[in-house]
């Protein structure tokens, strides 16, 4: 079963169309939750995936069904006890992927040999613990940690096994690149370790790829609101600077915590266009708008011709950990108007239904009716 982490986009229509095709969704807080069951999404679709969660955000999940849920230590096992006595527990072991661009071992899982402890005291407790659980990193490049992590949970099965458990699910988490380059020597690192692992014939497998769902899916297009050219002796050596309306403290803030380079393309705007253009390579440093100098895009990326106040920037492959991280920082709110296209009648349909009923979606366009529109 695949499922995806909301906190990668929270998109609805991107959600919506998830789901119809049979996703299900792994959840960190309140708010994920509720978008998601807001939806119509079963709550046996959802795991509260959260190790260490607040006392009212697990009496929230019990309210209203959901019963899957994560652990790595023993305070948090009395916690879920309390409040959502009826859970569906996943022990999160530790892993790591030294390669990764974001490491999560420091944070979460429980080290192998801390497994046994807690599992004692979930049967202690009489909870239900119904299979492992782990994270290698987000960005994850190396086939050998998902190996490695795989077989570790196999080892935490025979240890289950001998207190009396008999588990259900391994969840390999997510971290997967967002190219198929990239994400097929991890998927097929991730299958063969399975095998060799020799889980019980009815074990359930899930994967996480959500940034590779969500990340092509998605693009951006910004526009230039002012520029900043060079002059005196030292021009020649300076970049010129652009300046446009977005930034780090909105959609690029993965160029911050992932180090993601971004390279635009770019689109003439319809005033003046062509007429005194200059045209050859022109190199240029860009800036998004807040006052902050870390707010800065990219620091080199060059066009085939000048670019100017009101031509727009296109960034494509930004549908993971964009909006989602997008802060208000200096006054800036989003004004991003999103533009759903899709290319297949059903999904079109699905997309229409789900903006009219969730939320006021700016405009969904059949991919065969897309107009064409200068800007």
């Known amino acids: 079963m695949c499922k995806t982490a909301v906190k990668c986009n929270s998109d609805t229509v991107l959600l919506n169309v998830l789901m119809q095709l049979g996703a299900g969704f792994d959840c960190a807080s309140v708010e994920e939750m509720h978008t998601v069951l807001s939806l119509g999404t079963h709550p046996s679709s959802i795991n509260f995936a959260n190790p260490c969660k607040a006392p009212e ?17 023993l305070d948090e096992l009395d916690n879920i006890k309390k409040y959502m006595p009826n859970a569906q527990l996943l022990l999160r072991i530790y892993a790591n992927d030294s390669s990764a661009v974001v490491s999560l071992g420091e944070k979460y899982g429980a080290p192998l040999e801390s497994c046994h402890a807690l599992l004692v005291r979930a049967r202690e407790l009489d909870m239900d613990v119904v299979g492992t659980t782990f994270h290698i990193g987000s960005c994850a490049s190396d086939p050998n940690a998902i190996r490695e992590a795989i077989a570790h949970s196999r080892l935490v099965w025979d240890i289950a096994q001998s207190l009396g458990y008999s588990l259900k699910i391994v969840d390999i988490g997510g971290g997967f690149q967002s190219t198929e380059t990239a994400f097929d020597p991890m998927a097929t690192a991730a299958s063969s370790a399975i095998s060799e692992a020799s889980f019980p014939e009815q074990t359930e497998f899930i994967g996480e790829p959500g940034r590779f769902y969500a990340c092509s899916a998605f693009t951006l297009v910004c526009r230039v609101i002012s520029r900043r050219i060079s002059t005196g002796p030292t021009a020649s050596k300076a ?5 446009q309306n977005d930034g780090v403290y909105k959609s690029f803030m993965n160029g911050l915590t992932e180090k993601e380079v971004f390279t635009p393309t770019l689109i003439k705007g319809k005033i003046d266009g062509n007429v005194g253009r200059k045209t050859g390579e022109h190199a240029y440093t ?4 807040t006052c902050s100098s870390t707010d800065c895009v990219t620091r080199r990326a060059t066009f085939p011709c000048e670019v100017r106040v009101g031509d727009f920037l296109v960034y494509r492959n930004m549908g993971a950990y964009t909006s989602a991280t997008a802060t208000r920082f200096n006054g800036f709110s989003s004004q991003a108007v999103t533009i759903y296209v899709c290319s297949r009648s ?15 979606c700016s405009k969904i366009v059949d991919a065969s009716k897309t107009p064409t529109v200068e800007l």
Do not use: H
Not at 286 to 289: A, L, R, S, V
């Open 57 to 73: 955000s697990l009496a929230f999940a019990y309210k209203v069904g959901i019963r899957k849920t994560t652990f790595d230590n």
């Open 239 to 243: 970049l010129e600077m652009l300046y």
């Open 286 to 289: 860009i800036w998004g708008p």
């Open 346 to 360: 059903k999904n079109y349909a699905q997309a229409e239904e789900c903006s009219s009923e969730v939320e006021d």
